[in-house]
């Protein structure tokens, strides 16, 4: 029962954190993530040795969970109207101490909050929300969403994407900070050993096979084209892959094709699709959790938000985090961008 642990502590760090500083200067410091990343992160390490237990221990276990759901970690308190689009995050008592909370659980870590300038312009948090009107953002914001890994035309950590090799690494985490779900909106979880005990080898074997096209997610699209000139697609790539700690992939309902149509491949990413689909788990984030979901060892979803807009309606904030240990800074925008934003 390791999140409970990790909870209280974070709890105990952000708690203190709040204590210790003004409205402006949390502002100030959530400008400057990494720093802000190091100092609550080694609160979160000193509150878990104070409750004799061995910070390593639940990092490592943290770090391979395919999903860890931080229950109660900060105090919404004052929030205004749940927002109609991604950005801008507003400045509030219960934003700020959603992002700290996300912050913190990433310091302790060791991994870098991230975004990517192609998504919401590179924005570090962004809201979740049911977006109002007829086009493809109110229409997804609205949906559910099957299965999927965020960033996936990315490629994993540790590789290079074969058009370009300045395009960052997909992130390792994505982090979901509930601000308010009234209709108890779940999150679905997949986790890839329970949709892979589903298949048979002969599946499996294929969707290691460098055979699929990747495509991107939506909210990349237009950020994309800017900055790329085109829309980026992964060819030719393996869903799965082994890496040095069991099975990791890279999957989306809705953006993942078998190169060649009618043969194994095809079959194979169908009966995937199913297998997620059979496993997926339902998690309601209630206002003060984290959940944190491994976007190698799990896909999410979501179930049906509905067409309540603004008002006291669901809002989620999202950020992604990445072991950058290995990162080369040619994968980071640089220039006149904050160093957490990432290349393309
Ligand atoms: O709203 C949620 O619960 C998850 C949303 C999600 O996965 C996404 O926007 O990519
Ligand atoms: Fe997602």
Redesign the pocket.
């Known amino acids: 029962m390791t999140a409970p642990k990790l909870a209280a502590a974070i709890r105990a760090a952000a708690t203190a954190w709040e204590k210790a500083t003004t409205f402006d200067q949390r502002t100030y410091a959530l400008a400057c993530p990494g720093e802000l990343a190091d100092i609550l992160g080694k609160a979160v390490e000193e509150a878990l040795e104070s409750a004799g237990e061995d910070p390593m221990a639940i990092r490592q276990e943290v770090i391979a969970a395919p999903f860890v759901l931080l229950a109660g970690v900060f105090e919404p308190g004052e929030l205004p109207e749940t927002p109609e689009w991604f950005t801008p995050v507003p400045d509030a008592g219960g934003t700020q101490m959603g992002r700290a909370a996300a912050t913190a659980a990433h310091g302790f870590l060791g991994m870098e909050t991230v975004s990517y300038g192609s998504e919401n312009s590179g924005e570090l948090f962004v809201s979740?929300t049911a977006i109002p009107g007829k086009g493809k953002y109110a229409r997804k914001s609205q949906g559910g969403?099957r299965g999927h890994t965020?960033a996936v035309s990315f490629p994993f950590n540790g590789e290079t994407d074969a058009s370009n090799s300045r395009i960052a690494p997909s992130p390792d985490l994505v982090t979901?900070v509930g601000l308010r779900n009234p209709r108890a909106v779940p999150?679905t979880v997949m986790v890839l050993d329970e949709a892979l005990d589903k298949l048979s080898p002969e599946d499996v074997h294929e969707l290691k096979q460098g055979q699929f096209s990747i495509g991107s997610q939506t909210t990349f699209l237009e950020g994309m084209s800017d900055i790329l000139g085109d829309v980026h697609t992964a060819i030719d790539e393996p869903v799965l892959k082994d890496a040095a700690f069991g099975t990791i992939v890279r999957f989306s309902h809705s953006n993942v094709f078998s190169t060649e149509s009618g043969g194994a491949a095809e079959t194979a990413a169908e009966n995937f699709a199913k297998a997620c689909g059979e496993v997926a788990k339902p998690v309601a984030i209630e206002p003060g959790d984290v959940l944190l979901v491994s976007n190698r060892r799990c896909l999410?979803?979501?179930g049906e938000v509905g067409d309540d807009i603004g008002g006291h309606s669901r809002w989620?904030l999202?950020t992604y985090a990445l072991d950058t240990s290995e990162l080369d800074d040619s994968r980071r925008h640089l220039g006149d961008q904050p160093p957490h934003v990432l290349f393309p």
Do not use: K, S
């Open positions: 979740l969403l965020d979901l999150t999410h979803g979501r989620l999202r």
